[in-house]
């Protein structure tokens, strides 16, 4: 068998279940070292003040639909993520602690916890850190991502809302996974 060490990241983090993912989720989280997707997204965006401020401080993308890039450096150990969006870098780093999928964005570190639900992988929020303070995560259920296939191309919906706040983003999308 393949050692657990090579295995990337989000293989390891499934198991099994991984298998079970159409293809085009597959491809795109089996690749490794620098790739580069394109596709398009639509980005939805809070219009509360609290929300704006918010989106500000964590450099969301503006709303509005359009073309997104997006690359992706993957080692076993670790992920760098950076989406290209109405001319903005939104750029992350993800790598596992346990079953959890830790990712850095801005100030703020996330922990998700990965499942398979109806050949999608389905990201839940089970810990937040800024600045080092850990934050409750219930604060967080509203945040999530859903990835899955659409015919050939890999989709994404990823959506974060906030007590108080409100909406602070929705986007959903896809990219072409094939390779050239």
């Given at each position: 068998?393949?050692?657990?060490?090579?295995?990337?990241?989000?293989?390891?983090l499934?198991g099994?279940?991984f298998?079970?993912?159409?293809?085009?989720?597959?491809?795109l989280?089996?690749?490794?070292?620098?790739?580069?997707?394109?596709?398009?997204v639509?980005?939805?965006?809070?219009s509360?003040?609290?929300?704006?401020?918010v989106?500000?401080?964590?450099?969301?993308?503006?709303?509005?639909?359009?073309?997104?890039?997006?690359?992706?450096?993957?080692?076993?150990?670790?992920?760098?993520?950076?989406?290209?969006?109405?001319?903005?870098?939104?750029?992350?780093r993800?790598?596992?602690?346990g079953?959890?999928l830790?990712?850095?964005?801005?100030?703020?570190?996330f922990?998700?916890?990965?499942?398979?639900?109806?050949?999608?992988?389905v990201?839940?929020?089970?810990?937040?850190?800024?600045?080092g303070?850990s934050?409750?995560?219930?604060?967080?259920a509203?945040?999530?991502?859903?990835?899955?296939?659409?015919?050939?191309?890999?989709?994404?919906?990823?959506?974060?809302?906030?007590?108080?706040?409100g909406?602070?983003?929705h986007?959903t999308?896809?990219?072409d996974?094939?390779?050239?």
């Amino acid at each position: 068998g393949v050692d657990a060490g090579v295995s990337p990241l989000f293989a390891a983090l499934l198991g099994p279940a991984f298998a079970t993912l159409p293809e085009p989720v597959r491809a795109l989280h089996v690749a490794q070292g620098l790739k580069r997707y394109v596709g398009e997204v639509q980005v939805e965006r809070g219009s509360g003040l609290l929300s704006r401020l918010v989106a500000a401080a964590t450099h969301l993308p503006p709303a509005g639909a359009g073309p997104l890039c997006v690359e992706i450096d993957a080692s076993p150990d670790h992920e760098r993520w950076i989406r290209y969006i109405g001319g903005r870098a939104m750029p992350s780093r993800l790598w596992r602690e346990g079953d959890v999928l830790c990712e850095r964005l801005g100030m703020a570190t996330f922990g998700f916890y990965l499942e398979v639900v109806n050949e999608a992988i389905v990201w839940r929020v089970v810990r937040v850190g800024v600045f080092g303070v850990s934050l409750p995560p219930r604060w967080f259920a509203g945040v999530g991502a859903r990835e899955s296939a659409d015919g050939e191309r890999y989709a994404f919906d990823v959506w974060a809302s906030l007590p108080l706040v409100g909406l602070l983003v929705h986007y959903t999308g896809w990219l072409d996974v094939r390779s050239e």
